[in-house]
């Protein structure tokens, strides 16, 4: 089973992982696998996967938030990466629980600052979160930079983790490139949709529906990538 997993990841781009370290533990568990912990309180990043998930056909699979399970010390965002941020946390999450965790590290790359503010993103503009405050200091750092220097992307990196120790996993990382607007638009989404325009687009992220965000989006084109591994543990 647990080459099943790593056949399905690779055959969908996936970086995996292989460890022997609780390898019966992961070929036994895997066969019931009925809950999947989403490593996140992030009620809209839970029911994008959902969607993802019921899109794709796979069933039977509940998914529970840090919400749901008793709390631990969550691994802080200090890493250099998008993919190092999302392993470090599905790995804390399955160690803490025994669940196949999925954990995701997103945020944007904008070309005219250097690709920041990257894994900064969610803190930019120095509480964790803030949407409003980090929409308006991106405005602001943007301000005098021309239309065709405003490309940006947005980028998801998506962790598989079903076991203990090293465990084996999968990594996936989607992106979606576009351009930052000069005024916020729309009312959906979150973080940053209001200013970014999709390639393409003349909408921002925040005014498409939830099944066009779902089909273009980067944490949907990485979660689309897992589909295959996670197919393989139900």
């Given at each position: 089973?647990?080459?099943?997993?790593?056949?399905?990841?690779?055959?969908?781009?996936?970086?995996?992982?292989?460890?022997?370290?609780?390898?019966?533990?992961?070929?036994?568990?895997?066969?019931?696998?009925?809950?999947?912990?989403?490593?996140?309180?992030?009620?809209?990043?839970?029911?994008?996967?959902?969607?993802?998930?019921?899109?794709?056909?796979?069933?039977?699979?509940?998914?529970?938030?840090?919400?749901d399970v008793p709390p631990f010390e969550?691994?802080?965002?200090?890493?250099?990466?998008?993919?190092?941020?999302?392993?470090?946390?599905?790995?804390?999450?399955?160690?803490?629980?025994?669940?196949?965790?999925?954990?995701?590290?997103?945020?944007?790359?904008?070309?005219?600052?250097?690709?920041?503010?990257?894994?900064?993103?969610?803190?930019?503009?120095?509480?964790?979160?803030?949407?409003?405050?980090?929409?308006?200091?991106?405005?602001?750092?943007?301000?005098?930079?021309p239309d065709e220097r405003r490309a940006?992307?947005?980028?998801?990196?998506?962790?598989?983790?079903?076991?203990?120790?090293?465990?084996?996993?999968?990594?996936?990382?989607?992106?979606?490139?576009?351009?930052?607007?000069?005024?916020?638009?729309?009312?959906?989404?979150?973080?940053?949709?209001?200013?970014?325009?999709?390639?393409?687009?003349?909408?921002?992220?925040?005014?498409?529906?939830?099944?066009?965000?779902?089909?273009?989006?980067?944490?949907?084109?990485?979660?689309?990538?897992?589909?295959?591994?996670?197919?393989?543990?139900?």
């Amino acid at each position: 089973m647990r080459d099943a997993v790593h056949r399905a990841a690779r055959s969908a781009g996936a970086a995996v992982s292989r460890s022997a370290a609780g390898r019966a533990a992961v070929e036994e568990g895997v066969r019931l696998l009925t809950q999947l912990l989403v490593a996140s309180r992030n009620a809209k990043k839970l029911a994008e996967l959902r969607r993802v998930l019921d899109a794709a056909g796979v069933s039977g699979l509940t998914l529970v938030s840090l919400d749901d399970v008793p709390p631990f010390e969550e691994a802080p965002e200090t890493c250099a990466t998008f993919e190092e941020n999302a392993l470090a946390k599905a790995r804390d999450g399955y160690a803490a629980t025994g669940l196949p965790t999925v954990a995701d590290d997103s945020g944007i790359a904008v070309g005219a600052l250097n690709g920041m503010p990257g894994v900064l993103s969610a803190r930019w503009a120095g509480v964790h979160g803030d949407d409003a405050a980090n929409n308006e200091l991106l405005l602001a750092q943007l301000r005098d930079v021309p239309d065709e220097r405003r490309a940006a992307a947005f980028v998801s990196a998506c962790a598989l983790v079903y076991g203990p120790g090293d465990a084996d996993s999968a990594v996936v990382r989607g992106e979606w490139p576009g351009v930052i607007a000069r005024e916020p638009r729309g009312a959906g989404g979150f973080g940053y949709d209001p200013l970014f325009v999709p390639e393409g687009e003349t909408r921002s992220a925040a005014q498409l529906s939830a099944e066009e965000k779902d089909a273009a989006s980067h944490r949907g084109r990485a979660l689309a990538l897992l589909i295959p591994a996670l197919r393989a543990l139900v």
